[in-house]
Protein backbone atom coordinates (compact mmCIF):
# COMPACT_ATOMS: atom_id res chain seq x y z
CA UNK A 1 0.00 0.00 0.00
CA UNK A 2 1.12 3.76 -0.70
CA UNK A 3 1.02 6.21 1.74
CA UNK A 4 0.78 9.92 1.09
CA UNK A 5 1.76 12.10 4.05
CA UNK A 6 1.27 16.23 3.23
CA UNK A 7 2.68 18.99 5.45
CA UNK A 8 2.81 22.50 5.17
CA UNK A 9 -0.52 23.92 5.93
CA UNK A 10 -1.08 26.48 8.23
CA UNK A 11 -2.72 30.39 8.64
CA UNK A 12 -1.07 32.82 6.48
CA UNK A 13 -2.13 36.77 5.64
CA UNK A 14 -3.40 37.64 2.55
CA UNK A 15 -0.48 38.09 0.33
CA UNK A 16 1.66 35.30 1.89
CA UNK A 17 3.38 32.33 1.08
CA UNK A 18 3.05 29.01 1.62
CA UNK A 19 4.88 25.47 0.70
CA UNK A 20 3.39 22.49 1.07
CA UNK A 21 4.94 19.31 0.65
CA UNK A 22 4.03 15.91 0.20
CA UNK A 23 5.84 12.49 0.47
CA UNK A 24 5.18 9.20 -0.81
CA UNK A 25 6.54 5.97 1.63
CA UNK A 26 6.64 2.65 0.67
CA UNK A 27 8.87 0.25 -1.89
CA UNK A 28 8.05 2.71 -4.52
CA UNK A 29 9.40 1.90 -8.61
CA UNK A 30 7.72 4.93 -10.09
CA UNK A 31 4.83 7.38 -9.94
CA UNK A 32 3.82 8.47 -12.91
CA UNK A 33 1.68 11.89 -11.95
CA UNK A 34 1.26 13.56 -8.44
CA UNK A 35 -1.37 16.07 -7.94
CA UNK A 36 -2.89 18.56 -5.76
CA UNK A 37 -6.23 19.12 -5.36
CA UNK A 38 -8.29 21.48 -2.99
CA UNK A 39 -11.78 21.41 -1.42
CA UNK A 40 -13.19 24.57 0.21
CA UNK A 41 -16.24 24.00 2.76
CA UNK A 42 -19.55 23.87 0.51
CA UNK A 43 -17.63 23.33 -2.70
CA UNK A 44 -16.36 20.14 -4.99
CA UNK A 45 -12.80 18.95 -4.68
CA UNK A 46 -10.71 20.89 -7.63
CA UNK A 47 -7.55 20.32 -9.06
CA UNK A 48 -5.28 22.76 -8.60
CA UNK A 49 -1.92 22.08 -10.11
CA UNK A 50 -0.16 18.47 -11.40
CA UNK A 51 3.23 17.22 -12.69
CA UNK A 52 3.74 14.13 -14.93
CA UNK A 53 6.63 12.31 -14.45
CA UNK A 54 8.93 14.10 -16.83
CA UNK A 55 8.26 16.93 -15.51
CA UNK A 56 5.47 18.73 -17.94
CA UNK A 57 3.00 20.80 -15.28
CA UNK A 58 -0.80 22.14 -15.45
CA UNK A 59 -2.00 24.72 -13.23
CA UNK A 60 -5.64 25.87 -12.25
CA UNK A 61 -6.59 29.41 -14.20
CA UNK A 62 -7.14 30.87 -10.76
CA UNK A 63 -3.98 29.97 -9.34
CA UNK A 64 -1.46 30.36 -12.28
CA UNK A 65 1.56 33.17 -11.75
CA UNK A 66 0.61 32.31 -8.20
CA UNK A 67 1.67 28.18 -7.56
CA UNK A 68 4.14 26.37 -8.73
CA UNK A 69 4.16 22.34 -8.60
CA UNK A 70 7.44 20.57 -8.42
CA UNK A 71 8.37 17.39 -7.51
CA UNK A 72 11.49 15.18 -6.70
CA UNK A 73 11.48 11.69 -8.30
CA UNK A 74 14.66 10.37 -5.78
CA UNK A 75 12.72 11.30 -2.71
CA UNK A 76 9.12 10.23 -4.08
CA UNK A 77 8.42 14.30 -3.28
CA UNK A 78 5.82 16.91 -4.49
CA UNK A 79 5.80 20.15 -3.39
CA UNK A 80 3.36 22.97 -4.17
CA UNK A 81 5.00 26.88 -3.37
CA UNK A 82 1.80 28.92 -2.94
CA UNK A 83 2.25 32.78 -3.35
CA UNK A 84 0.56 35.55 -3.32
CA UNK A 85 -2.36 33.84 -1.37
CA UNK A 86 -5.65 35.00 -1.08
CA UNK A 87 -8.64 34.25 1.26
CA UNK A 88 -10.45 32.15 -1.59
CA UNK A 89 -7.25 30.24 -1.13
CA UNK A 90 -8.46 28.69 1.72
CA UNK A 91 -9.56 24.94 1.49
CA UNK A 92 -7.86 21.17 2.61
CA UNK A 93 -5.08 20.67 0.23
CA UNK A 94 -4.86 16.89 -0.53
CA UNK A 95 -2.03 15.03 -2.40
CA UNK A 96 -2.72 12.83 -4.79
CA UNK A 97 -0.33 10.35 -6.80
CA UNK A 98 -1.82 8.69 -10.46
CA UNK A 99 -0.29 5.29 -11.08
CA UNK A 100 1.80 4.37 -8.85
CA UNK A 101 4.02 0.93 -9.30
CA UNK A 102 5.09 -0.62 -5.82
CA UNK A 103 6.21 -3.85 -4.52
CA UNK A 104 3.35 -5.11 -2.27
CA UNK A 105 5.01 -7.48 0.27
CA UNK A 106 2.00 -10.12 -0.27
CA UNK A 107 1.80 -9.67 -4.69
CA UNK A 108 4.95 -8.11 -6.12
CA UNK A 109 4.91 -5.56 -8.13
CA UNK A 110 1.61 -3.63 -7.91
CA UNK A 111 0.29 -0.42 -9.62
CA UNK A 112 -1.92 1.69 -7.26
CA UNK A 113 -3.82 3.77 -9.67
CA UNK A 114 -4.80 6.70 -7.24
CA UNK A 115 -3.68 7.21 -3.90
CA UNK A 116 -4.76 10.33 -1.81
CA UNK A 117 -2.88 11.74 1.43
CA UNK A 118 -5.13 13.14 4.45
CA UNK A 119 -5.21 16.54 3.81
CA UNK A 120 -3.59 19.68 5.38
CA UNK A 121 -5.82 22.92 5.69
CA UNK A 122 -4.30 25.97 4.33
CA UNK A 123 -6.20 29.54 5.98
CA UNK A 124 -5.54 32.42 4.49
CA UNK A 125 -6.80 35.34 6.85
CA UNK A 126 -6.05 38.78 8.18
Known amino acids: QVQLVESGGGLVQPGGSLRLSCAASGTIFSINAMNWYRQAPGKQRELVAA???????TYADSVKGRFTISRDNTKNTVYLQMNSLKPEDTAVYYCNAAGTTFLDTRYGPTIDQDSWGQGTQVTVSS
Open 51 to 57: ITSGGST
